[in-house]
Nanobody, 115 residues
């Protein structure tokens, strides 16, 4: 049974930091590219960051220099370190695993940036 379980969300003040985790099970994690998406209220889901099987990261322009994606294949986990958080980073953050024509999604974790 495939599972992606996100954690680490919460309420943080502007300028603060959070680290999201996504624990994977039920598939060969090391063979999948991993991505983070987010969806703010009333908006479409948008790509945030991705990491390839060999560890190369890519980011949407709005988070470059603030967010860092990483993975630990021994723990079947992908992370998203979020620094210098802004109000506009408020969203539900989703973990996504992709390989060829296969894609899996987590249930999401809420990140709220508010003063």
């Amino acid at each position: 049974q495939v599972q992606l379980v996100e954690s680490g969300g919460g309420l943080v003040q502007p300028g603060g930091s959070l680290r999201l985790s996504c624990a994977a099970s039920g598939f060969t994690f090391s063979r999948y590219g991993m991505r983070w998406y987010r969806q703010a209220p009333g908006k479409e889901r948008e790509f945030v960051a991705s990491i390839t099987t060999d560890g190369s990261g890519n980011y949407v322009d709005s988070v470059k220099g603030r967010f860092t994606i990483s993975r630990d294949n021994a723990k079947n986990t992908v992370y998203l370190q979020m620094n210098s958080l802004k109000l506009e980073d408020t969203a539900v953050y989703y973990c996504n695993a992709v390989r060829l024509n296969m894609a899996y999604w987590g249930q999401g974790t809420q990140v709220t940036v508010s003063s």
